[in-house]
Nanobody
Framework: QVQLVESGGGLVQAGGSLRLSCAAS????????MGWFRQAPGKEREFVAG????????YYADSVKGRFTISRDNAKKTVYLQMNMLKPEDTAVYYC??????????????????WGQGTQVTVSS
């Protein structure tokens, strides 16, 4: 069983920055591919960014590429999402997910076995 706890959300003006953190309880955090997803009201949960077990490869949704950066610190069992140049359309609840089933980064929420409770990000115009 893996527990994930997100933090770092909040209210920010357009053009601002936030850094989200996701702390994991997993015994061997490096066994998990990690992903960030978001869900806006009335919309499905969507992929934002993902990172391989060792942190060597990252993937991004087109909508955040060049603005968001995912990283991980396996010693601290934490994954981060640095969000810059935020836009009102980035407003959503952000979730981190853990996938212990393989080595690939999947963009589908169903591939992730564990989820955090989410953290709200609100970007005002």
């Amino acid at each position: 069983q893996v527990q994930l706890v997100e933090s770092g959300g909040g209210l920010v003006q357009a053009g601002g920055s936030l850094r989200l953190s996701c702390a994991a309880s997993a015994r061997t955090f490096s066994n998990y591919v990690m992903g960030w997803f978001r869900q806006a009201p009335g919309k499905e949960r969507e992929f934002v960014a993902g990172i391989t077990r060792g942190g060597g490869t990252t993937y991004y949704a087109d909508s955040v590429k060049g603005r968001f950066t995912i990283s991980r610190d396996n010693a601290k069992k934490t994954v981060y999402l640095q969000m810059n140049m935020l836009k009102p359309e980035d407003t959503a609840v952000y979730y981190c997910g853990a996938d212990g089933g393989g080595y690939n980064v999947y963009r589908t929420p169903a591939e992730y076995e564990y989820w955090g409770q989410g953290t709200q990000v609100t970007v005002s115009s």
